[in-house]
């Protein structure tokens, strides 16, 4: 089941689709770990470096603390329109935080709710991931 697009965004993580709730909304609400005045005062460089720093730490966040993850999609969502998200080390290596890497992307919600689908059916692989966003990006 796809969530009701009113109340709730689907954002892809790396090869995770996280269901958050409006990021606007949820960033308002007493819930979230920072103030409304807080995000303000973040430029998208101090969200990235924030992700960085999470994701070079555990390169599978979004399926190890898929809390924490969801708040930093909700952050990138809020400061960039985005719905897409990959984060990571380049080819080589990273030796720390700000030798990570960030694409974003804003892509169908028709490919999102395919992916998601296939996630919540169990049978969602990073390469279905790589093939229907990041490498149809790239072409």
Do not use: C
Request: charged letters at 20%.
């Amino acid at each position: 089941m796809v969530p009701d697009p009113l109340g709730s965004m689907l954002f892809l993580l790396n090869d995770v689709i996280l269901d958050i709730e409006q990021p606007n909304e949820i960033i308002r609400s007493d819930e979230f770990p920072i103030s409304v005045a807080e995000f303000a005062q973040m430029s998208l460089a101090d969200i990235t470096g924030l992700a960085f720093e999470e994701v070079f730490k555990d390169l599978n966040l979004p399926r190890t603390q898929p809390e924490k993850a969801g708040h930093l999609a909700t952050l990138l969502a809020a400061k960039t329109g985005a719905n897409a998200a990959l984060i990571g080390p380049p080819a080589d290596g990273a030796r720390q935080p700000s030798e990570m890497a960030v694409r974003f992307a804003e892509i169908s919600l028709m490919t999102l709710s395919y992916l998601y689908q296939l996630q919540t059916g169990g049978t969602l692989q990073t390469s279905h991931v790589q093939e229907s966003v990041w490498q149809a990006l790239s072409d």
